[in-house]
């Protein structure tokens, strides 16, 4: 299946909300969800580094095991979504909202958390090596 296939069938899988859906993709280079709402998609092991999904909302995804590396959800809407065991390493994660995010056993190294909000996040086991964090006065750390 070629590139332009594939991406037609993601779209047709995001476009479709009949409950949880499967994708058994391997292989996509610099995709871009940018704005679109993501939902009941398992995006498990998939490769989708420096995907764009600024703007988004995603709720109820699985990107376990999935390699996301320098991707962009600045400003994104993420709730309910399962990143264990993922490549986030140099993830934008910047004005995200994070609700009932699981980052557990995660690479987290050099991602940015700057100006965004969580709620009920697990960060276990994740290596945050590097990671840049704001506090609510706006002060920036880098995480060690």
């Known amino acids: 299946m070629n590139d332009k296939n594939e991406r ?4 047709q899988l995001i476009n479709n909300k009949k409950g ?7 292989r996509h280079h610099s995709i871009n969800l940018q ?5 009941n998609i398992n995006f498990s092991g998939v490769r989708f ?3 764009g999904f600024c ?5 109820d995804v699985i990107f376990k095991g999935a390699n996301l590396y320098r991707s962009n959800f ?16 140099k993830t934008d994660f ?5 609700y ?6 995660t690479d987290l190294r050099g991602s940015d958390f700057i100006g965004s909000s969580f709620t009920d996040t697990n960060f276990n086991e994740a290596n945050i090596e590097g990671m840049l964090i704001d506090n609510s006065e706006g002060k920036i750390y880098e995480l060690l």
Request: net charge negative; charged share 25%; glycine share 2%.
């Open 94 to 98: 910047s004005n995200a909202i994070l």
């Open 8 to 11: 037609t069938k993601i779209e």
């Open 100 to 105: 009932d995010v699981n980052f557990s056993q």
């Open 49 to 51: 580094p420096q995907a």
């Open 74 to 89: 600045i400003s994104a809407n993420i709730r309910d979504v399962n990143f264990e065991n993922a490549n986030l390493y």
């Open 55 to 59: 703007r988004s909302n995603i709720e």
């Open 35 to 39: 704005g679109d709402n993501i939902d």
């Open 20 to 26: 949880q859906l499967d994708l058994k993709l391997k």
